[in-house]
């Protein structure tokens, strides 16, 4: 049981490239959410899914887009990177909400 | 906005004494409370939850306090061991929200 997936691991950005991250999630969960975090801050929701084909704003959504086309994936994507988007990502999922959210590994994002 | 925080960055313990973990939180409306363990270069792991009915709950070495008085959160932990050195985080959830709002994490560290 994988649990929750995310790729790539690593990846480095030029300021206006584009790129897509893929979270997937082998639970059958209704709901999947992306994070970012940064130095010294805890995580901020950027978006989120209540179930398939639904996607909603989170904290800090500006620069990101999201698409949950099915239920078991979640994508974020960066259409124009910038400096401020290195970060480290994170996806989670949950079955019900409130509950115990299951993280992904992290993404390391550099946008140079 | 509101926020959750905690008290201190980084917590030094003796291995084998018990750690206490603060946070407070400011949404007076939050019902549901998790804390999450990180490791370095890994996703945050489930500790232990509690819903706002509760003002305590234990799991195995960990006990979880709430104060709705004061809104404030502690996780503590029993005969600390080297293996939970590592990044402590609180968050708050608001019923209907689906949001999962955390905290800026507490380093543990434990000395031999």
């Known amino acids: 049981n994988a649990g929750v997936t995310q790729t790539p691991k690593f990846r480095v950005l030029k300021t206006g490239q584009s790129m897509t991250l893929l979270c997937a999630q082998d639970?059958?969960?209704?709901?999947m959410y992306w994070y970012r975090q940064d130095p010294g801050m805890g995580l901020r929701l950027i978006h989120y899914?209540?179930?398939?084909?639904?996607?909603a704003k989170g904290e800090v959504p500006d620069g990101y887009n999201v698409s949950r086309l099915k239920k078991q994936n979640f994508l974020l994507g960066l259409e124009s990177a910038a400096p401020s988007q290195t970060s480290v990502y994170f996806c989670?999922?949950?079955?019900?909400?409130?509950?115990?959210?299951?993280f992904g590994e992290g993404s390391r994002l550099t946008v140079l | 906005g509101e926020s959750v925080g905690l008290h201190l960055p980084t917590l030094s313990v003796q291995e084998g004494d018990n750690s206490i973990i603060n946070c407070a939180y400011s949404?007076?409306?939050?019902?549901?409370f998790i804390w999450y363990k990180q490791e370095s270069g890994k996703g945050p792991q489930f500790i232990i939850d509690?819903?706002?009915?509760?003002d305590k709950r234990q799991g195995q070495r960990v006990t979880v306090l709430l104060n709705k008085t004061v809104k404030h959160l502690s996780l503590q932990i029993a005969a600390t061991q080297p293996g939970d050195s590592a990044v402590y985080f609180c968050?708050?959830?608001?019923?209907?929200?689906?949001?999962?709002?955390f905290g800026t994490g507490t380093r543990l560290k434990v000395l031999a």
């Open positions: 989670a999922s949950n079955k019900a909400s409130p509950g115990e959210l299951f």
């Open positions: 949404n007076s409306a939050s019902d549901y």
């Open positions: 639970m059958n969960h209704e709901y």
């Open positions: 509690i819903r706002s009915n509760m």
């Open positions: 899914s209540v179930g398939e084909g639904t996607t």
């Open positions: 968050a708050d959830y608001t019923s209907g929200t689906y949001k999962y709002i």
